[in-house]
């Protein structure tokens, strides 16, 4: 073996300049990659159906339907500045939001990291909002950041969801 490398210098040489270039590509994904992270910007969404007690002599304690609740939780490592939380339903293939016509939602503003916005739609609005679209639109819960970055999770179907409040 000794021999062999003795004889073939230039393989050797060769093989050890891939390698080491190799480790520098690698040192340097590494490096870029840990210099990113403490600027990564990631929004966790969830959507909840709010239930309500209601108290009857007839029923006794009965939970009730209020309406749906979505959160945004800031999960990265940076503020975010939300310009839009709420649900959102795809007609003609593009996103529209939905809005309370009669209050202010909230939900916008900066959020520091490891913070959560909620945002409360009612039953009544939800109903009033989607009565008059197709049963099978689909709707996401909907985050839209200053930047323009749009995060959306699926929320079901205004079938579903007007069932859900309904009971």
Excluded at 40 to 66: A, D
Excluded at 130 to 147: G, L, N, P, Y
Aim: one cysteine or more; glycine letters at 8%; hydrophobic letters at 45%.
């Amino acid at each position: 073996m000794i021999e062999w490398c003795n004889q073939n210098q230039g393989f050797i040489s060769a093989l050890l300049t891939l390698v080491t270039i190799l480790l520098a590509v690698i040192a340097i994904v590494v490096s870029i990659s840990t210099a990113r992270k403490p600027f990564k910007k990631k929004l966790l969404l969830s959507t909840s159906l709010t239930l309500g007690m209601v108290t009857s002599p007839y029923v006794g304690n009965s939970p009730t339907p209020i309406g749906y609740s979505i959160s945004a939780s800031n999960i990265g490592n940076r503020v975010v500045n939300i310009t839009y939380l709420g649900f959102a339903v795809k007609i003609d293939g593009r996103l529209q939001r939905v809005y309370a016509l009669d209050r202010d939602l909230g939900g916008k503003g900066v959020i520091q990291a490891t913070e959560t916005r909620d945002v409360q739609f009612l039953a009544d609005e939800l109903i009033q909002g989607f009565s008059k679209i197709d049963q099978r639109t689909k709707v996401f819960a909907c985050v839209e950041d200053s930047e323009g970055k749009v995060v959306q999770r699926s929320a079901g179907a205004v079938g579903i969801l007007l069932r859900n409040i309904t009971r």
